[in-house]
């Protein structure tokens, strides 16, 4: 059976904030890789690193020590220009809070990246997948909260990126809207094959990941593939 190549590797990963007696670490030597298609769950307590470690692998903060290659990509060398470049053509970012434009429609919320992608995906089939096609002329506003966070997912998807990179994706969501959440980025994963991370509190939405990261103090504690994840349909918590 052939190796799977690793999309993302990260070794020996470090960043810290403040100076002298105000210097917190807040990665201390990160090791990881994670699999092209592959989803993972990163989990830790709050101040722990995750969102940091999502945020480096973003290119939205530099790091003070390590290499990230995504894609064969050495992010910590890049330029500016370049590390846009790459945002615009590698990722896609979903966030707690939708930062949806409550003066743009559904659909329009949702076009706005997809002129940011020179291969992005069709913006009524996506609204299609993600229930959304009927409330497509609606604001933010007019819709609840699962269906702001669909839009956010579909703005992130439409500019068919290879990583979805998920900070507390559900955190504002009641159970069952988290759980079609869930279920909707299972899709997500099914049908583009893009590469999903996601940093979440709730333990439990490890038993869906094909790769489950765990952090402390800024270490990985844990790092281990799931032999058989269930489908977000038969999450409980």
């Not at 002329?137 to 290879?162: D, E």
Request: hydrophobic share 35%; glycine share 10%; aromatic share 6%.
């Amino acid at each position: 059976m052939a190796t799977k190549r690793a999309y993302v590797q990260v070794n020996g990963l470090k960043k810290h904030y403040g100076d002298g007696d105000a210097r917190l670490t807040v990665l201390d030597g990160i090791d990881t890789s994670i699999n092209r298609g592959e989803i993972c769950v990163m989990l830790g307590p709050s101040g722990s690193g995750k969102s940091t470690f999502l945020n480096l692998i973003g290119g939205l903060e530099d790091a003070d020590g390590g290499s990230i290659m995504v894609d064969g990509c050495d992010l910590t060398v890049l330029k500016p220009a370049d590390l846009g470049e790459y945002r615009r053509r590698e990722l896609g970012f979903v966030f707690q809070f939708y930062n949806l434009v409550p003066d743009l429609t559904i659909k329009e919320n949702i076009e706005v990246t997809a002129h940011l992608s020179k291969n992005p995906l069709n913006v009524d089939d996506l609204l299609r997948s993600l229930g959304l096609y009927e409330h497509r002329n609606k604001f933010p506003r007019q819709v609840s909260g699962g269906q702001q966070q669909r839009c956010a997912i579909g703005r992130a998807l439409v500019k068919n990126p290879g990583l979805l990179l998920c900070d507390e994706p559900t955190g504002a969501l009641d159970y069952k809207t988290s759980k079609e959440i869930l279920q909707l980025m299972e899709d997500v994963n099914r049908t583009y094959g893009c590469t999903i991370i996601i940093v979440t509190h709730n333990t439990a939405i490890a038993r869906m990941a094909n790769r489950v990261l765990r952090l402390r103090d800024g270490r990985i504690v844990e790092d281990g593939l799931n032999e058989s994840p269930v489908s977000a349909a038969e999450l409980d918590w």
